[in-house]
């Protein structure tokens, strides 16, 4: 069986990490195969990496394929999906950064979950996307989120104004600091920390949630994600940034964006030590009492 890993980075920590997780994937005679920025980090360090394969592009991903391993926190997770997007490969997330929602499985318990996939002992939990479209294409291939995207302003002080259209319908006219546009994975991110309510995964909604705005009685609104969302922003500056699942881009003043809910869908593999509710509450330390 060929496994993909991706890393973004190899601390010392990460290291000695991956030296006992190649040990563990021999163990079960799965065959690594390594993104190839990740693959030049780990030759500088060590020639024991030298053998393997590696893969740069979606369209190096096959059949033999069956799994693809992201270490580190929840934004490596974000960067391997643009990597399987479409290809039905199951990922795992192995957490070597904080928080880690997405990114769940703690570095410690690597062998006995992989042990777990091995014996078939797994679910898949099946995650949407959005796709971001502007009318010059100007995000290319990288029009997908997983979590989110948002509009920002750029290198000022001034609120900017996004226009929300809802299935052509119009919506709001946001006058504030962003307008964050969430998936229901999304909804423990940015979208959260603005005030956006958590969702479980798997409900067919996305999630409008401004960033200060300056009507305080302007709140997070929950919407069906049949429907496409069609925002344009406008204010004093020529420039604004979009950025998606934390990729920044810059847009011109009057640029108009559609949202519409991805036809692929990614699966991730889930485990019934740590599913989305423990996880969310144990993330978040829901029930603990720090005065005792």
């Not at 079960?28 to 060590?46: F, R």
């Not at 485990?271 to 969310?280: A, K, Q």
Request: with cysteine; glycine share 6%.
């Amino acid at each position: 069986m060929k496994v993909a890993i991706y890393a973004q980075r190899v601390t010392k920590k990460e290291f000695q990490y991956l030296g006992q997780f190649k040990s563990i994937l021999e163990e079960l005679n799965w065959q690594p195969i390594l993104e190839e920025n990740l693959a030049a980090i780990l030759l500088k360090k060590s020639d024991a990496f030298k053998k393997y394969q590696t893969f740069n592009q979606t369209t190096d991903f096959n059949d033999d394929i069956q799994l693809m391993i992201s270490v580190g926190g929840d934004g490596t997770f974000l960067r391997a999906v643009k990597y399987i997007r479409g290809t039905d490969v199951p990922i795992m997330g192995i957490n070597s950064g904080r928080l880690g929602f997405l990114a769940n499985t703690a570095l410690e318990d690597t062998r006995k979950f992989l042990h777990l996939f091995n014996a078939g002992k797994y679910e898949y939990q099946r995650r949407s996307l959005i796709k971001i479209e502007t009318q010059d294409e100007l995000l290319g291939p990288d029009c997908y989120a997983l979590n989110e995207l948002a509009f920002h302003k750029k290198d000022t002080s001034s609120m900017i104004t996004v226009h929300c259209y809802l299935d052509n319908k119009f919506l709001n006219s946001y006058w504030a600091d962003g307008l964050i546009v969430a998936t229901p994975t999304g909804s423990t991110a940015y979208s959260l920390s603005c005030g956006g309510p958590i969702i479980t995964p798997g409900c067919a909604v996305h999630i409008l949630s401004p960033i200060a705005p300056h009507n305080l009685n302007v709140r997070p609104v929950v919407v069906p994600d049949h429907m496409p969302i069609q925002l344009r922003v406008e204010g004093r500056e020529r420039k604004y940034l979009l950025t998606i699942d934390g990729q920044p881009h810059s847009v011109k003043n009057g640029t108009v964006v559609t949202v519409t809910k991805a036809k692929f869908m990614i699966n991730v593999v889930k485990f019934e030590e740590n599913n989305f509710l423990d996880t969310i509450r144990n993330k978040m330390m829901w029930g603990i009492d720090q005065r005792n």
